[in-house]
C-alpha cells in the first residue's frame, strides 16, 4: 500500500515512509518518544488541557471529544485505574488501526505513556482483536523494546511514575470494540456490554477508572504535544479539527489507508487519494463511516465534505472513517444482506430487541433466497429496524437499524426489486 | 470424547501462564489469554482442557464454556491443524468472497470448521477482517492473504502441510 506524498506532513502517517520504523532506534533517530520526554516536564493537567484545546474527536468511531472524556477522570493521582487502548477494530470497512500499528507501534505507545503521565494511570492493556495475531506479536516486541530502555515499568526515566503496558489479544467479536464489552471481555468474560452511567470513566475494568480511546486517537497525541492544539486545527474545521485516517475499499483502484485533514471532499478522496474508480465505471453508492453508517447516493458522495458535522448533515455518519465505495454494477439489496448477517451473526444477546430484530431483519434476506418475500417486506424491515432503535445496552441494535433505514431511504425501488426477484441458481 | 483424556500446559507454557498471571490485577481477567495458550496447545478446547484451565484459575467450568462458545476463534469442536477464515463480509464478498467460501468448502469437501479428512484445513466463514484493501481475502492460521480468486485460493491451501 503506497501513501501519498503529503502524508509527512500529518500527525499519523509521518513515519510511514521510513524504512524499519517499526525498532524503537530507527523510531527515535526520526524524532520518535521525545515528545514524552519533554511531557515528564509538564503539568498533567496542563497536557489533559492542550488535547482538550486540540478538539481531538475520538477516532473509534463515536467522534466524542477526548479531551472531555479525560475531564471525566478522577485527577486522583494516586488511585487505582486503568487505560484501555481500543485497538479491537472491527466495524466492516475499517482497517486503518491495523495499517498504524503494523508498521508504527511505537507512535501508540508513545501516545500511550504521554496519556498515562497525564491521567495518571498505573497500567494499560492494548485489546486487539484476535484476527490480528502478527500485529499483536509487532506491538509486544516493541514494548519491549520500550522496557528495556525504561520508558516502561516502574519509576520511567526517574520520574517516579509507574506504567506497565501490556498487549490482550480478542477472539473475535465484533461487539469487544463496544467499550464496555471490550471491559467485559478483558475482566474474562464473555464481552457483553455494560448499562452506561457509570460510565468507564468512572467505574469501568474491575469497577475501577478505565480510560477506553481508540488507537488513532492515541496516536495523535504525541503531535499535538509537540506542536499544539493550535497547530492540529490548522486543519479541518472547527467541530472537526485535526486529520483523520480513512480505510477505503471497494470499487476505486487504489484501496488503502490515507490520513487527510477532516473535511477533505469525499469526490477528492476517491479521484485523487484513490486513483477514481475501478474500470471507469460510475459510482453508484457510498457507504461513509463503516458498515453501520447509512448509505450516501451518487451526488451525495459527490458533494459530500468528510467530517463529522456534514456528513451527518447528510443524514449518515463519519463513524471510524471506513470508506466503501460501491459502482454501477452493484445491486444494493446484496449489499444490505450482506450487512444484516454481519449483525445478526455479531449481536450478543443480550437484550431481545438486538438478539431478536437483528434476526428478524436478516429473515426477509433469507426468505427472500427461497423465492418467498414480498414488496411489503421491505416496510416491514423498516418497522423493524425503527422498533429496535435506542432500546438496548449497546448501540449495536441502532447500528444495524440506521443502514437499514438508509438504504431502504435511498434505493427503497432497487431493494423492492430485489426482494422479489427470482433466485438464481 | 473419552473421559480418560487428560491435559496440562507442558512446561513452556506453564511459564508463560504464570507470566500471563503478573499482568493482571485478578486471575480471571487471564481467561482469554489462557484459553489462546490452550488452544495452540491442544488445537481445540474439549472438555477435559476445560476441567484444566477450571482447576488452574478457579474459575467454574461452565462460565469457561460461556467464553468459549461466545467467541469465534475459540473452538469446542475439534479442528485442523491448519485453520483458514474466509472473509464474507461486504467489502470481500463484492470481489467474490462467498464464491470462494463455497468454491473452497467444495472443493475440499467439507463443511463450516470441519476438518478434512487428511486433518489438514478447518474452513471458517467469518465476518470481516480488518483487511479489505485486500479483498477479497483470507488468513491463513495467523497470516491475512488477499486479492484471491478461487484458484489462487485452492493452491494457496493446497501448499500447507
Redesign the interface.
Known amino acids: 500500500m503506497k501513501e501519498t506524498a503529503n502524508n509527512k506532513d500529518y500527525a499519523l502517517l509521518s513515519y510511514h515512509h521510513i524504512p524499519g520504523v517499526h525498532n524503537l532506534e530507527i523510531f527515535e533517530r526520526a524524532g520518535g518518544y521525545e515528545t514524552m520526554k519533554a511531557c515528564f516536564e509538564k503539568d498533567p493537567e496542563a497536557i489533559k488541557e492542550e488535547v482538550k484545546l486540540s478538539g481531538l474527536r475520538g477516532r473509534g468511531g463515536a467522534g466524542f471529544a477526548t479531551g472531555v472524556k479525560w475531564g471525566f477522570f478522577t485527577k486522583d493521582r494516586k488511585a487505582q485505574k486503568y487505560l484501555l487502548c481500543n485497538a479491537d477494530e472491527s466495524e466492516p470497512g475499517t482497517f486503518k488501526d491495523r495499517y498504524l500499528v503494523e508498521k508504527n507501534p511505537h507512535i501508540l505507545i508513545e501516545g500511550m505513556i504521554i496519556s498515562a503521565w497525564a491521567l495518571a494511570t498505573q497500567k494499560g492493556y492494548i485489546y486487539i482483536r484476535g484476527e490480528f495475531y502478527q500485529q499483536a506479536v509487532i506491538l509486544e516486541r516493541a514494548i519491549k523494546e520500550a522496557y528495556a530502555k525504561g520508558y516502561l515499568g516502574k519509576n520511567i526515566l526517574g520520574k517516579g511514575f509507574d506504567f506497565d503496558l501490556y498487549v490482550h489479544r480478542g477472539a473475535g467479536a465484533y461487539i469487544c470494540g463496544e467499550e464496555t464489552g471490550m471491559i467485559s471481555s478483558l475482566e474474562g468474560k464473555k464481552g457483553q456490554p455494560k448499562l452506561k452511567p457509570p460510565f468507564p470513566a468512572i467505574k469501568g475494568y474491575r469497577g475501577l477508572p478505565t480510560m477506553v480511546n481508540n488507537v488513532e486517537s492515541l496516536a495523535a497525541i504525541p503531535w499535538i504535544m509537540k506542536f499544539g492544539a493550535a497547530a492540529y486545527k490548522q486543519w479541518g474545521t472547527e467541530k472537526s479539527p485535526g486529520t483523520k485516517l480513512f480505510s477505503i475499499s471497494g470499487d476505486v483502484n487504489k484501496p488503502g489507508v490515507i490520513e487527510v485533514p477532516l473535511s477533505t471532499s469525499l469526490k477528492d478522496i476517491i479521484e485523487i487519494h484513490c486513483g477514481g474508480m475501478r474500470n471507469g465505471n460510475k459510482l453508484k453508492a457510498v457507504i461513509p463511516g463503516g458498515s453501520s453508517a447509512p448509505v450516501f447516493n451518487a451526488e451525495d458522495a459527490y458533494t459530500v465534505k468528510m467530517d463529522y458535522e456534514d456528513v451527518a448533515a447528510k443524514g449518515s455518519m463519519l463513524g471510524s472513517g471506513a470508506i466503501i465505495v460501491l459502482d454501477e454494477t452493484r445491486n444494493m439489496g446484496d449489499v444490505l444482506k450482506w450487512t444484516l448477517e454481519f449483525y445478526h451473526h455479531e449481536s450478543c444477546g443480550q437484550c431481545t430487541p438486538c438478539r431478536e430484530g437483528t434476526g428478524w431483519l436478516e429473515s426477509v434476506f433469507k426468505r427472500r433466497d427461497k423465492g418467498l418475500a414480498h414488496k411489503a417486506d421491505i416496510d416491514l424491515l423498516d418497522r423493524t429496524a425503527n422498533s429496535m432503535r435506542g432500546q438496548t445496552i449497546c448501540a449495536l441494535a441502532d447500528a444495524a437499524a440506521m443502514p437499514t433505514q438508509g438504504m431502504i431511504k435511498v434505493f427503497r425501488q432497487e431493494l423492492e426489486a430485489y426482494v422479489v426477484a427470482p433466485i438464481k441458481k | 470424547m473419552s473421559t480418560t483424556e487428560t491435559f496440562e500446559f507442558n512446561a513452556k507454557n506453564m511459564t508463560t501462564y504464570k507470566e500471563y498471571l503478573t499482568?493482571y490485577?485478578?486471575v480471571?481477567?487471564?481467561?482469554?489469554?489462557v484459553?489462546?495458550l490452550a488452544q495452540e496447545q491442544n488445537g481445540w478446547l474439549p472438555e477435559h482442557v476445560v476441567s484444566y484451565i477450571s482447576k488452574l484459575m478457579n474459575?467454574p467450568e461452565i462460565?469457561i464454556k460461556?467464553?468459549i462458545s461466545?467467541?469465534?476463534?475459540?473452538y469446542d469442536v475439534p479442528v485442523a491443524r491448519n485453520i483458514v477464515?474466509v472473509c464474507?463480509?461486504?467489502?470481500c464478498?463484492?470481489f467474490g468472497g462467498r464464491e470462494i467460501y463455497q468454491g473452497l468448502l467444495t472443493h475440499f469437501d467439507t463443511g463450516y470448521l470441519t476438518p478434512t479428512r487428511d486433518g489438514r484445513i478447518s474452513l471458517q466463514k467469518?465476518?470481516?477482517?480488518?483487511?479489505?484493501?485486500l479483498?477479497p481475502c483470507m488468513?491463513v492460521n495467523?497470516?491475512f492473504v488477499g486479492n484471491l480468486d478461487l484458484t489462487s485460493a485452492i493452491q494457496k491451501l493446497e501448499e500447507l502441510p
Open positions: 499482568r490485577d485478578d480471571e481477567s487471564a481467561l482469554l489469554p484459553l489462546h474459575i462460565k460461556g467464553v461466545f467467541y469465534d476463534m475459540f477464515h464474507t463480509n461486504i467489502t464478498s463484492m467469518m465476518e470481516c477482517l480488518g483487511a479489505c484493501e479483498a488468513r495467523n497470516d
